[in-house]
């Protein structure tokens, strides 16, 4: 592969990461605001603490994973796009049992989870898949 797919790979998975975490932030200030997110769960030492900060990481390494994973399938898949789109899907619906481990999570809190769980799952194939993608419109100047 050239250096110009590898850069574009590169660009699109900051992107993801970008979309995934300003999504998820916003996701996390409406779960807040209405009390979805419990105050007394950004207090670290308190069981599962869910602040800010950890939704942003989490959601830009979970970008970025998909990324590798993108990456990965690009160099042994026939039609890596169509591939990496059932691998995204697969992993996003085993991802939906994790909030549910958590004892202490509301229904509400679990559910509002996985929906940052789609969030970062859309940023990424959208990007790694259709933003890249070469029928995309390019401006011309």
């Known amino acids: 592969m050239s250096a110009g797919p590898d850069r574009q790979l590169a660009k699109a998975a900051l992107y993801a990461a970008l979309l995934a975490a300003a999504g998820n932030s916003l996701v996390y200030l409406i779960c807040y605001v209405t009390g979805i997110i419990p105050w007394n769960m950004l207090s670290p030492g308190r069981g599962v603490s869910i602040t800010p900060r950890l939704v942003i990481v989490v959601s830009v390494g979970g970008a970025l994973a998909g990324a590798l994973i993108y990456m990965l399938i690009r160099r042994v898949a026939s039609n890596p796009v169509r591939t990496f789109r059932i691998v995204a899907g697969v992993v996003l619906l085993l991802s939906f049992a994790a909030p549910f481990a958590i004892p202490t999570f509301t229904t509400a809190l679990m559910i509002a989870l996985d929906v940052m769980h789609v969030v970062v799952y ?16 390019r401006a011309t100047a």
């Not at 859309?122 to 419109?137: E, G, N, Q």
């Open 122 to 137: 859309l940023a990424t194939v959208w990007a790694l898949t259709v933003w890249t993608h070469p029928w995309r419109v």
